[in-house]
Structures are given as structure tokens and as C-alpha cells.
């Protein structure tokens, strides 16, 4: 089924532990996202990636990293978890960056850092 | 201020009314517009994207854009249980950017 897989679904991870999340997409989109979505605030960006093997910081990139090796797959890296990073995060995948038709969205990880 | 303006809810509506949800928004050079859906605890869903003023319908929804009052809408006919969801506008000032800028959501309960 064509789509963004994202792993794990849910985390509660200790403050100071690194951590993964992943982003799989099979559309062979170009563009791809990762958003955190708290309560009031929206979606807001953290990073973004044009094309396989270009980055770009987006409004809240502190403490998170990402990487694009390939086409399909972006992962967002927090080096040392936050209570704060405690948020639910969507990676997201366009045909192009700022494709006017839109984004695809994931399913989501919910993170809890105590 | 915020880019994008969008009444938090929740709005509660009877089974078959027609809904009427809503964006406004401060910058004029927002060229594409975007409506998303969000059950709870999933992830958001393309609706409809819409190109500068006017209208655009899919079946029960429809997309209305006027630009010269910076305001964008999305109408439900018929509104169902089923539609009972958060509902997000999102737009972009042209294409090749990667800035989508989304609304807070408007939570949407349909009342069977």
C-alpha cells in the first residue's frame, strides 16, 4: 500500500536518551517533512529535505537532527531527549517541495520524555 | 500575530447540516490553499487544495477562496457522523517553497 510508514507508533523515552524516529515513504516523493503537533500550537516544522541528500532547518529544529541518504527515508534524531520534545510527530512527503497539491502524512509517533 | 487564523472549536453540528469552517490569514501572497482532515489520533489527510480565488467542490465538500479578504472556507453539505474530525487549513505563498503554513484546526462534532 502506497504511503509513509513511520516506526515506533508510540515511545516513552528518559530525558538525556537518544532516540530515532523513522520515516518511510514509497511514493518516490521528492520533498519530505517532519512536523511535532502540541495542543494550541499546530503543526510546526522541525526539518525538511528538498531532495535525497539535501537538509534544511524549519521553525523549531534545536535539539532535533535529521539525514536523507535515499529518496524513501528521512529519520529525525533527538541526540539527548527533553521533557519539552514530549510531542506527537508527523513525517510528511510531497511530489515536490511546496507542491501545490499538497502533503501526505504519516500516521504519527507519540513521544512521552519523562 | 499569527500567519493563519483558524477558530479552535469545538463547533458541534446536528447529522446533516451544513458546516461552514474557516481561515483567515494576513499575507497576501499565499497563492495555494489546503484543506486537511485529522481523526483523533491519526495522521492528517489531504481534502482539497484550491489555486488562488473561487470555488472548488468534491462531492459534499466545497472550497471557497477570497483572496481580497484574505479569507478561505470549507463547506460541508450534508455533514456526517463520519465527519466528525479536526479540520486544518494550510496554504503556501507559491510553489517550490517549503514553507507550508497551517492552521491550529477547528475540531469538528457531528451530532447523530
Known amino acids: 500500500i502506497a504511503g509513509i510508514t513511520q516506526a515506533p507508533t508510540s515511545q516513552i523515552l528518559a530525558a538525556g536518551r537518544r532516540m530515532t524516529l523513522r520515516c518511510t515513504q514509497d511514493?518516490?516523493?521528492?520533498?519530505m517533512y517532519w512536523y511535532r503537533q502540541d495542543l494550541g500550537l499546530g503543526l510546526r516544522l522541525i526539518h525538511y529535505?528538498?531532495?535525497?541528500?539535501?537538509?534544511g532547518k524549519g521553525e523549531v529544529p534545536d535539539g532535533y537532527s535529521v539525514s536523507r541518504a535515499n529518496t524513501d527515508d528521512f529519520p529525525l534524531t533527538l541526540a539527548s531527549a527533553v521533557p519539552s520534545q514530549t510531542s506527537v510527530y508527523f513525517c510528511?512527503?510531497?511530489?515536490?517541495?511546496?507542491?501545490?497539491?499538497?502533503?501526505?502524512f504519516g500516521p504519527g509517533t507519540r513521544l512521552t520524555v519523562l | 500575530q499569527k500567519e493563519v487564523e483558524q477558530d479552535p472549536g469545538p463547533l458541534s453540528v446536528p447529522e446533516g447540516a451544513i458546516v461552514s469552517l474557516n481561515c483567515t490569514y494576513s499575507?497576501?501572497?499565499?497563492?495555494?490553499f489546503m484543506w486537511y482532515r485529522q481523526y483523533s489520533r491519526k495522521g492528517p489527510e489531504l481534502l482539497m487544495y484550491t489555486y488562488s480565488s473561487g470555488n472548488k467542490e468534491d462531492g459534499r465538500f466545497t472550497a471557497q477562496v477570497d483572496k481580497s479578504s484574505k479569507y478561505i472556507s470549507l463547506f460541508i453539505r450534508d455533514s456526517q457522523p463520519s465527519d466528525s474530525a479536526t479540520y486544518l487549513c494550510a496554504m503556501i505563498p507559491t510553489s517550490g517553497t517549503y514553507k507550508y503554513i497551517f492552521g491550529t484546526g477547528t475540531r469538528l462534532k457531528v451530532l447523530a
Open positions: 529535505s528538498n531532495t535525497a541528500g539535501t537538509t
Open positions: 511514493m518516490r516523493h521528492n520533498a
Open positions: 499575507n497576501s501572497a499565499f497563492q495555494y
Open positions: 510528511a512527503s510531497s511530489r515536490s517541495s511546496g507542491e501545490p497539491l499538497g502533503q501526505f
